[in-house]
C-alpha cells in the first residue's frame, strides 16, 4: 500500500500557497500504482487547495475499495461536512504546520481536531518541523486518538541520530505514534540516500508496527531530480532487510491505521 500521495486539481488554489503545481490527475495516480504492483492507496488534502476537499472526494468516491483520504478542514467544520467526508472514505485530518493550507495554525486548536478524531474514530496526521516536533512533544504525548507524523518527522540528517530532536522522535514512536517511511529525497541528498539508513533502522527497532510506506506522489514542491517511485519502494530492501518487517510496513500496519479490509485468505 501507498500511504502518502496526492491528487491535485487544475483550478481553486489558496491564495496563500506555497507554490503552483503542476495538476495531477486520478488516472495517473492509479497508473503509478499499479506499474509498482500496489493494490491500495491513500490520498492526502494537498495544501495548495486547501480545504477544499472535493477533489479528493471525487477520486475516493469513485474508488471506495481501493483508497482512502486524510482531509483538511478548518476548526470550525460542520458535522455535515464532517459525516460527507467520512461517507466518501476520509479516515483522518491533516495539520500541514509547515506549509499552512487554509487553517491558520492548526497545533493551537488541537483541541478541536482532537475531538472530531475522537468521535468520528479518526486520526491526525502532523506535518511538523523537528523544532516544531521537539517542542510540541509534550501535547503529543496526551493525544487520546492515533496520530501518525509525516515524513520520518521531516528529519535533519545534519542533526544526526543523537540530537534531541530525534530523541523526542524515537520516544514520541515508543510511545503510541506512527510514521510514515516517505519523503526520503527531500531529506537527504543522492539516491539511496545513505544518510536516511540509522535513522529508518531505530524507527524499525521501537517501533515497527507504526510504521507504513508513502510514495509522496506526484513530488509537490519539490525542485530537485524527481525520484522514480519503484527506486523508492525499493529502498525498503536496504532498510528493512527482513520480509516479514516489509510485509508489516506495506501491508498489515496501513490494514489497521486506514481500515482497510484484510486479504482474502488463502485456500
Same mark, same amino acid.
Given at each position: 500500500?501507498?500511504?502518502?500521495?496526492?491528487?491535485?486539481?487544475?483550478?481553486? +488554489?489558496?491564495?496563500?500557497? %506555497?507554490?503552483?503545481?503542476?495538476?495531477?490527475?486520478?488516472?495517473?495516480?492509479? &497508473?503509478? $500504482?499499479? /506499474? !509498482?504492483?500496489?493494490?491500495?492507496?491513500?490520498?492526502?488534502?494537498?495544501?495548495?487547495?486547501?480545504?477544499?476537499?472535493?477533489?479528493?472526494?471525487?477520486?475516493?468516491?469513485?474508488?471506495?475499495?481501493?483508497?482512502?483520504?486524510?482531509?483538511?478542514?478548518?476548526?470550525?467544520?460542520?458535522?455535515?461536512?464532517?459525516?460527507?467526508?467520512?461517507?466518501?472514505?476520509?479516515?483522518?485530518?491533516?495539520?500541514?504546520?509547515?506549509?499552512?493550507?487554509?487553517?491558520?495554525?492548526?497545533?493551537?486548536?488541537?483541541?478541536? +481536531?482532537?475531538?472530531?478524531? %475522537?468521535?468520528?474514530?479518526?486520526?491526525?496526521?502532523?506535518?511538523?518541523?523537528? &523544532?516544531? $516536533?521537539? /517542542? !510540541?512533544?509534550?501535547?503529543?504525548?496526551?493525544?487520546?486518538?492515533?496520530?501518525?507524523?509525516?515524513?520520518?518527522?521531516?528529519?535533519?540528517?545534519?542533526?544526526?541520530?543523537?540530537?534531541?530532536?530525534?530523541?523526542?522522535?524515537?520516544?514520541?514512536?515508543?510511545?503510541?505514534?506512527?510514521?510514515?517511511?516517505?519523503?526520503?529525497?527531500?531529506?537527504?541528498?543522492?539516491?539511496?540516500?545513505?544518510?536516511?539508513?540509522?535513522?529508518?533502522?531505530?524507527?524499525?527497532?521501537?517501533?515497527?508496527?507504526?510504521?507504513?510506506?508513502?510514495?509522496?506522489?506526484?513530488?509537490?514542491?519539490?525542485?530537485?531530480?524527481?525520484?522514480?517511485?519503484?527506486?523508492? $519502494?525499493?529502498?525498503?530492501?536496504?532498510?528493512?532487510?527482513?520480509?516479514?518487517?516489509?510485509?508489516?510496513?506495506?501491508?498489515?500496519?496501513?490494514?489497521?491505521?486506514?481500515?482497510?479490509?484484510?486479504?482474502?485468505?488463502?485456500?
Amino acid at each position: 500500500m501507498d500511504t502518502h500521495a496526492h491528487v491535485i486539481g487544475t483550478e481553486n +488554489y489558496v491564495d496563500d500557497r %506555497r507554490y503552483t503545481p503542476t495538476p495531477a490527475s486520478a488516472d495517473e495516480y492509479l &497508473a503509478m $500504482l499499479r /506499474a !509498482t504492483g500496489m493494490t491500495h492507496g491513500v490520498l492526502i488534502q494537498t495544501s495548495v487547495h486547501g480545504t477544499d476537499n472535493s477533489v479528493m472526494l471525487d477520486v475516493l468516491t469513485e474508488h471506495p475499495d481501493m483508497l482512502r483520504g486524510i482531509a483538511v478542514v478548518p476548526a470550525n467544520v460542520t458535522d455535515r461536512t464532517l459525516a460527507t467526508l467520512k461517507a466518501s472514505g476520509c479516515v483522518g485530518i491533516r495539520l500541514n504546520i509547515i506549509g499552512g493550507g487554509g487553517i491558520g495554525d492548526g497545533l493551537a486548536q488541537l483541541d478541536r +481536531y482532537e475531538a472530531i478524531c %475522537r468521535e468520528l474514530d479518526w486520526h491526525i496526521q502532523f506535518l511538523v518541523t523537528p &523544532a516544531q $516536533l521537539l /517542542a !510540541t512533544a509534550p501535547r503529543l504525548r496526551e493525544l487520546t486518538v492515533p496520530y501518525v507524523l509525516d515524513h520520518l518527522g521531516d528529519v535533519d540528517v545534519t542533526d544526526g541520530t543523537a540530537s534531541p530532536r530525534w530523541a523526542a522522535m524515537l520516544d514520541l514512536m515508543r510511545s503510541g505514534a506512527w510514521t510514515k517511511l516517505s519523503g526520503a529525497f527531500r531529506l537527504a541528498t543522492t539516491y539511496p540516500f545513505a544518510e536516511l539508513r540509522p535513522f529508518v533502522r531505530e524507527l524499525l527497532d521501537v517501533a515497527p508496527e507504526r510504521c507504513v510506506w508513502g510514495s509522496d506522489w506526484p513530488h509537490v514542491a519539490f525542485w530537485g531530480t524527481m525520484p522514480n517511485v519503484g527506486d523508492l $519502494l525499493d529502498l525498503l530492501a536496504d532498510w528493512a532487510p527482513d520480509s516479514a518487517q516489509r510485509d508489516a510496513v506495506l501491508a498489515g500496519n496501513p490494514q489497521r491505521l486506514y481500515g482497510f479490509p484484510p486479504p482474502p485468505a488463502v485456500p
